[in-house]
Nanobody
Framework: QVQLVESGGGLVQAGGSLRLSCAAS????????MGWFRQATGKERVFVAA????????SYADSVKGRFTISRDNGKNTIYLQMNSLKPEDTAVYLC??????????????????WGQGTQVTVSS
């Protein structure tokens, strides 16, 4: 069983930065594809970014390309999402997810079998 715990969310002004962390329990999580999704109030959960199990391949939603960077430190069993140039439309609960079955990243939430509880990110204008 793998547990994922997010941290680092908060309130920031537009143009600011935040770094989210996702701590994974269990050694097997190091071999998982990991992703970040976000869900704004009243809206569907959408893909933000993902990283392959080895960390050599990443994918991003068009809306965050060039502003967000996903990375992982398998020694610390932690995944990060560096968010720069934040916009009010980035406001959402950000969730970390793990995919135990694939090697390369997926943009589909249904492919992920482990989820964290989420951390709130609010960007003020």
């Amino acid at each position: 069983q793998v547990q994922l715990v997010e941290s680092g969310g908060g309130l920031v002004q537009a143009g600011g930065s935040l770094r989210l962390s996702c701590a994974a329990s269990g050694r097997t999580a190091r071999s998982y594809v990991m992703g970040w999704f976000r869900q704004a109030t009243g809206k569907e959960r959408v893909f933000v970014a993902a990283i392959s199990s080895g960390g050599g391949s990443t994918s991003y939603a068009d809306s965050v390309k060039g502003r967000f960077t996903i990375s992982r430190d398998n020694g610390k069993n932690t995944i990060y999402l560096q968010m720069n140039s934040l916009k009010p439309e980035d406001t959402a609960v950000y969730l970390c997810a793990g995919d135990s079955r694939r090697v390369f990243e997926s943009i589909y939430a249904s492919n992920y079998d482990y989820w964290g509880q989420g951390t709130q990110v609010t960007v003020s204008s």
